[in-house]
Nanobody
Framework: QVQLVESGGGLVQPGGSLRLSCAASGTFSSINTMAWYRQAPGNQRERVATITSGGTTNYVDSVKGRFTISRDSAKNTVYLQMNSLKSGDTAVYYC?????????????????WGQGTQVTVSS
């Protein structure tokens, strides 16, 4: 089994910063793409940022220039540095990891999700 544990959420004023962390543990060969999603009340879950095992990143337009995703592959951990936060960033943030499992000459990628961490941007 694989577990993703998130931390770093909280209450911050507009213009402030937060850094989210998500550590993966369990039995697996490696982790492929890692990502952060968010879901605000009444909204669908939205993909915020992704990072591949090679370090290629991608962001939703609304966070470009403000958020930075990074990973420490040795620690199986992904981070989301959030700067210049706005009220519209308020949501529960979830991390996702595509975990690779090898079966002889073949493999599969299995998605796992964290439990979510609340980020509230308010004065």
């Amino acid at each position: 089994q694989v577990q993703l544990v998130e931390s770093g959420g909280g209450l911050v004023q507009p213009g402030g910063s937060l850094r989210l962390s998500c550590a993966a543990s369990g039995t697996f060969s490696s982790i492929n793409t890692m990502a952060w999603y968010r879901q605000a009340p009444g909204n669908q879950r939205e993909r915020v940022a992704t990072i591949t095992s090679g370090g290629t990143t991608n962001y939703v337009d609304s966070v470009k220039g403000r958020f930075t995703i990074s990973r420490d592959s040795a620690k199986n951990t992904v981070y989301l540095q959030m700067n210049s936060l706005k009220s519209g960033d308020t949501a529960v943030y979830y991390c996702k990891a595509d975990v690779r499992r090898d079966y002889g000459s073949s493999y599969s990628l299995v998605p796992y999700w964290g439990q979510g961490t609340q980020v509230t941007v308010s004065s």
